[in-house]
């Protein structure tokens, strides 16, 4: 289990360039929040009422519905029960990130990527989109929206 949590390690290089020259890492994920902001506090009160209806922090709901993605946050949810189930030893840390990069790539995937000793986020976009998120996440916090 221990191979398995990192620290939150951000956009990777792949993912930050996507959107213009960078750099990676946490800084380069909270460069692109930035952008988000306008979207993330129109989402964000709809966000906070599916994180509480389901013990998710709300603001990697926000994350996903500010590109758009507004039933992300029911798949999110079924995601979260399925990664729940298949790891009930996990931390619920553990749990919502799996979920997160479930989201992006598939349970499937998931569970390969558990089953070949790998992080939950190979196979997402860039091999970082939970960790992308989560950072992203984190600096809305400290923006205190």
Request: avoid cysteine.
């Amino acid at each position: 289990m221990e191979d398995f949590w990192r620290e939150i390690t951000g956009a990777s290089r792949a993912t930050a360039n996507q959107h213009g020259p960078l750099y990676s890492g946490v800084a380069a994920s909270e460069k692109l929040a930035e952008t988000d902001l306008g979207r993330r506090r129109r989402d964000f009160p709809a966000a906070e009422r599916v994180g509480a209806r389901h013990s998710f922090d709300p603001d990697p709901i926000a994350r996903i519905m500010s590109d758009g993605h507004h039933r992300g946050a029911k798949i999110l949810k079924g995601y979260i029960r399925e990664m729940e189930e298949k790891y009930p030893n996990w931390s619920k840390e553990e749990q919502q990130r799996a979920a997160l990069a479930a989201y992006n790539q598939g349970p499937g995937n998931v569970r390969r990527a558990v089953d070949e000793g790998r992080d939950v986020d190979h196979y997402t976009t860039g091999q970082d989109y939970s960790n992308d998120v989560l950072a992203r996440a984190q600096y809305y916090r400290r923006q205190e929206i």
